[in-house]
């Protein structure tokens, strides 16, 4: 039977931390920066991590 190949584009957007945690982009924070506060861009800053209910997905995706 082949490998199991990953998904490229969730490769590219996932990381898989050590705890085991999947690390994620933030949204919101790519253009119209402008008009954000400063307060909300600097909490956009910090790391976010896939929720509970799509690890499942995300690891199919990432072939964990």
């Not at 490998?3 to 990381?15: E, P, S, V």
């Not at 402008?34 to 910090?46: F, M």
């Amino acid at each position: 039977m082949p490998k199991m190949k990953t998904n490229r584009g969730a490769a590219k957007r996932f990381k898989v931390k050590k705890s085991g945690k999947i690390k994620r982009g933030s949204a919101y924070r790519s253009h119209i920066l402008t008009k954000k506060s400063q307060k909300r861009k600097r909490n956009l800053r910090a790391p976010k991590y896939v929720d509970q209910t799509n690890i499942k997905e995300v690891k199919l995706l990432l072939c964990i």
